[in-house]
């Protein structure tokens, strides 16, 4: 690779992981969103690729209404920075993709790097798990509950949630044990599917994202699990070119997420949480024919609370920020986008790494905030689906 493409993969792994660390700050944003705009100005000087104006159309508008949207109630101006913030990245993700000569290689590489960093963050979790402080403590720094371990004059610290007296969670240098989770799955994936290094060295990367999930202590982790490897068998066995066993997968798939959906209190009945259930509520009492934009959720939830928090329901946040009319197109577009790219996950690897990755978004985002949020759970899915747009959708 040259020195573009190695800053390709430097920004935009950076942009998936450095927005999730314990000691976040307001300055990280501006960071990534700089190096994205550098990035894209870089490819399209050096590469003069072309651009699918009709796709890049179809992003600008959707952009637009976003803005637009918390502009008709001025309780909602503070809005426009969290819409530029998401919009302005799945902009500058399709820039950056578009513009790239070696489009396949750097997303290898992106994910490669993204487990390995995930790998150590699991790592780094089961030592000061398994040797620091059996208590939390409140860490001033961070403005969060963490674990300590102390070497010699040297303080290590990670995020962990649960009782403060014994049985707590963690999420190493995450910000939550639910974040270490999701990392540790997608890496799974990774490992699963696109690794090609010796199978001994493979189970090995496989077992150490399977602590990171035991650690995290995330049951909706283990429901991934079994259903990554379930899945992953699926595609690799049936046709899915043939659309009668795409629509089966795709309606399969919908019922799995259904009953998740409808049964996600007795599912998680022994698990904390942490007020979910009243923000759903107030999320579900606030939902219109048209939304306020962006972040209204977490204002609405602000309001009654007194609180900073999120509606932990990727679903029922769409609704509120754009309303029924909005939501039922975005809904529409990822159900279309899942169906054609089961269609396409036998031509490569790459393809069934999509689909998993794409659908685990689709269920982490019932106990979540995935989709229109600033965060790795929104750049991963808009990475993703700008290169199967942009690449496979292409090559078709």
Known sequence: MNKLEKFNVFSITLLLTITQLLFNSKYIPIVCMLLLILCFALNYKNNKAKINKALFCFIIIGSIISILLPLYNPLFIKNISSTLL??????????????QEKKE??????????????????????IVYYFGNKS???????????????????RLIQS???????????????????????????????FLILDDSKKSKRLFKLIICIFGLIISGSRMGFI???????????????????KKNALGLFFGFILIVFILSINFNNIFSSVDLNGRNTMWEIGKNNIQLIGHGINSDNIFLNNYL???????????????????????????FFSITLINSIRCCHIHNINRFIVIVYMSLLIIGLSESVFFIFGFYNSILFYILDYYYLNIRRLK
């Open 136 to 154: 939390m403590s409140y860490d001033p720094i961070s403005k969060s509950y963490v674990q300590e371990l102390y070497i010699g004059g040297i």
């Open 160 to 190: 962990a949630v649960g009782d403060p007296k014994y049985g707590f969670l963690v999420g190493s240098l995450t910000g939550n044990a639910n974040t270490l989770s999701s990392m540790s799955m997608f890496s799974l994936t990774y």
């Open 224 to 242: 991934l699990l079994l259903f990554i490897l379930i899945f992953n068998f699926i595609l690799k066995k049936i046709d899915f070119t043939n």
């Open 86 to 99: 998401v919009w302005g990245t799945i902009i500058l993700l399709f820039l950056i993709i578009s513009t």
């Open 306 to 332: 007194n609180f900073n928090t999120s509606m932990h329901n990727s679903y029922i946040s769409l609704l509120v920020n754009y309303g029924i009319i909005l939501s039922s197109f975005v809904i529409l």
């Open 105 to 126: 290689e750097i997303f290898l590489k992106v994910f490669k790097n993204f487990s390995y960093i995930t790998i150590f963050l699991i790592l780094y979790g089961l």
